[in-house]
C-alpha cells in the first residue's frame, strides 16, 4: 500500500530533483478531493518521456525497481537517445508501487502518450491543469474530467466506480452511459 506520506514523499522527491509529474488513479482523484478517500496500492503518474530514466535513477535510490512492463507499453527513444519503456511499474521491497506512464508535450502544450495507444488519447493542456492535495501538500494531477476518459473501456471493480461517483459529485462530471464496473 502507498500512504500518504509515501505519496508526498515520492512526489516531493521528483519535484526536487525537476521531474514533472501529474497524479492519476487513486492518488490523483483524493488528491483532486482533497482527502484520502481509500487506501490505494499504488501511485499512478503521468510523466514526461525525457524523464524517465532519471526518475528511475532517483527512485532506485529509494529501492525502487522495475517491476512489470504493462501490455500497452512501447519502447522509444528520449531526447538523449536513450532506449525507455512508457508503461511501468516500479516496487520498493516493502511492496509499494509506482504506475508510471510517459508522454511528451507537442508544440500546443499538448501530453501526447508515449505508450502503444489505438485511440490517440491527447491530454489537452487544460486537462493537464488540476492541482490537488494530499496531506496539504499541492500536487499536480490530470483534472476530474479528464480522469473520468482515463477509467473508460474496461470493466472497473467497484471501487474505481466508487471513485467515478465521488468525482460526479464534487466536480459535475459524468461517467458515461453504458460504462460498469464488475459486480
Request: glycine share 8%; aromatic share 8%.
Amino acid at each position: 500500500m502507498v500512504s500518504a506520506e509515501d505519496a508526498t514523499f515520492i512526489y516531493q522527491r521528483l519535484f526536487a530533483e525537476g521531474i514533472h509529474v501529474w497524479l492519476t488513479g487513486g492518488w490523483g482523484i483524493d488528491a483532486l478531493l482533497q482527502e484520502q478517500t481509500r487506501k490505494h496500492k499504488d501511485l499512478d503518474i503521468i510523466m514526461l518521456a525525457d524523464d524517465v530514466v532519471r526518475m528511475r535513477e532517483v527512485l532506485a535510490h529509494d529501492g525502487y525497481q522495475l517491476q512489470e512492463l504493462w501490455e500497452e507499453n512501447s519502447w522509444v527513444q528520449d531526447a538523449s537517445g536513450a532506449e525507455i519503456p512508457t508503461a511501468f511499474v516500479l516496487q520498493d521491497a516493502q511492496g509499494r508501487q509506482i504506475d508510471a506512464h510517459a508522454m511528451r508535450i507537442d508544440d500546443q502544450g499538448n501530453g501526447i502518450p508515449a505508450w502503444v495507444n489505438e485511440e490517440q488519447l491527447i491530454f489537452k493542456t487544460e486537462d493537464l491543469a488540476g492541482i490537488g492535495a494530499i496531506a496539504g501538500l499541492e500536487v499536480c494531477c490530470i483534472t476530474p474530467a479528464m480522469q473520468v476518459v482515463c477509467h473508460i473501456g474496461y470493466d472497473m471493480p467497484d471501487f474505481q466506480m466508487r471513485d467515478m461517483k465521488l468525482l460526479e459529485r464534487r466536480f459535475g462530471v459524468d461517467y458515461p452511459s453504458g460504462q460498469s464496473g464488475t459486480a
